[in-house]
């Protein structure tokens, strides 16, 4: 059967008709009707090429030719559930075990970010036998309800926060507690998670997990002080409570100089529960949990089965291979770091500029330009951050805003991103920023 051809106004009629408003687009106004993509550009129905500067799931470029036909020749073959053995899915976990500390030895198949989070979620309570939660604020972990339990981001505008769930500060360095001039913000920030901690204890609770992404996202692309995290991992640990990174917005290799964003907190920090997403299956819905053998016996112990319908089948494991073969082949981590480090210069010398740029932050591919109506207060500049975003589609840039007063302009584009790219960007900001 031929494809269905639309125009834009007919699609986005049919979709008001059929869809919830909950289901939402980019550019509610004048949303874009895409059609294609290729590496790091998506074009419209019409053929216009639009730079994507914000799409994190396409990891190594949409429609990567390599990832493609890894997906098209195994469904060609066989695609079915783990029950049966198969090849793809103990080389794909060999494969991630030797990007991951030897501790991290264990792995779980999944579709998706949220349900990899949820996972963690309940081995970290089998393991440890506490139930309750400790989570930074503004954090995001997931859709399903579990996680929204625990995603402040998501809780406080609906039921809000459970008894069993504690919030601590956001180790933000430019706008929190302590900020860039403090001698010691993670010491700082560390302590505030042992004071919710003693709080919990206070009351006969106990901590079963400490939930943290390992670079805030929705937060405002966050970049925790250095030492936060094994810190912050000693009280955990001390209240008989699990550490679990969140790795689906930032891992495999987006920070540049390591494979994982965790490793930025030192070479001997190991999370006792890592989760994956997004970028894991370059569009395709893969994701996964990898753990200790401690924390998979004690799961086991239950003698509850765990089954996934869909999770790490041949197909998701071709495509998980063929992943990290573009990654290496293409080196795609240096290019990041590369890459990231002369965007972090350019914007930089915008921020020199533009008394708006209150603060630029980030690493490899992952960065955060804060806008600001005054540098005194560093009162968040939501409405001129929408304008700059609204301009850049204009001329054929997709950026997008977070964190809480949704004025961070948010870069996490796919890892083949080029230094041209980002010169254009840069350049089209300047003129935008620029202009009376």
């Not at 980019?26 to 019409?46: A, M, N, S, T, W």
């Not at 949409?62 to 493609?68: A, I, L, Q, R, S």
């Not at 030897?102 to 970290?124: H, P």
């Not at 893969?286 to 197909?315: D, K, L």
């Amino acid at each position: 059967m031929a494809a269905v051809v639309r125009g834009k106004a007919e699609t986005l009629a049919l979709r008001r008709r059929l869809l919830s408003d909950s289901c939402r687009l980019f550019y509610p106004e004048d949303p874009i009707k895409i059609v294609r993509g290729q590496g790091q550009y998506l074009y419209d129905e019409e053929g216009a090429e639009y730079l994507d500067c914000i799409n994190n799931v396409a990891h190594v470029g949409h429609c990567h030719p390599v990832v493609v036909r890894a997906a098209h020749g195994q469904n060609q073959m066989l695609n079915t559930n783990s029950r049966y053995l198969h090849d793809n899915i103990v080389d794909y976990a060999q494969r991630l075990s030797e990007t991951l500390p030897e501790k991290l030895c264990v792995f779980y198949f999944l579709n998706s970010g949220s349900e990899a989070n949820d996972l963690a979620l309940r081995l970290a309570r089998q393991y440890t036998g506490h139930w309750d939660v400790v989570v930074l604020d503004h954090a995001y972990h997931g859709h399903l309800s579990s996680l929204i339990d625990i995603s402040p981001y998501k809780f406080r505008d609906l039921d809000g926060q459970k008894e069993w769930v504690h919030v601590a500060p956001l180790p933000d360095t430019y706008r929190g507690l302590y900020r860039e001039d403090h001698p010691n913000p993670a010491g700082a920030y560390a302590s505030e998670v042992q004071h919710v901690v003693n709080s919990v204890q206070e009351k006969g609770r106990k901590i079963a997990a400490f939930f943290v992404e390992s670079l805030p996202s929705v937060a405002g692309q966050i970049i925790p002080p250095a030492g936060y995290f094994p810190k912050v991992a000693e009280h955990i640990h001390r209240a008989g409570g699990l550490f679990v990174a969140d790795e689906i917005q930032v891992g495999f290799g987006r920070v540049g100089k390591h494979f994982w964003a965790f490793q930025l907190q030192g070479e001997d920090f190991v999370p006792d529960i890592v989760t994956m997403g997004k970028s894991i299956g370059n569009g395709h819905p893969v994701a996964c949990v990898a753990t200790t053998q401690a924390v998979a016996r004690a799961f086991e112990a239950t003698g509850v089965e765990y089954f996934n319908t869909f999770g790490g089948s041949p197909v998701s494991c071709a495509v998980g291979l063929a992943v990290l073969d573009v990654l290496e082949k293409e080196q795609l981590r240096a290019h990041a770091a590369s890459v990231g480090s002369v965007l972090m210069e350019l914007l930089q010398q915008q921020k020199a500029k533009h008394p708006i740029i209150g603060d630029v932050r980030g690493i490899g591919l992952f960065i955060g330009v804060d806008l600001i109506k005054d540098t005194a207060t560093r009162t968040p500049a939501t409405e001129e951050a929408n304008y700059v975003v609204s301009r850049l589609k204009e001329n054929y840039i997709l950026l997008s805003t977070d964190g809480p007063g949704r004025n961070v302009l948010k870069f996490k584009p796919p890892m083949c991103f080029s230094v041209d790219n980002a010169r254009h960007v840069v350049a089209k900001m300047d003129t935008i920023l620029t202009a009376p």
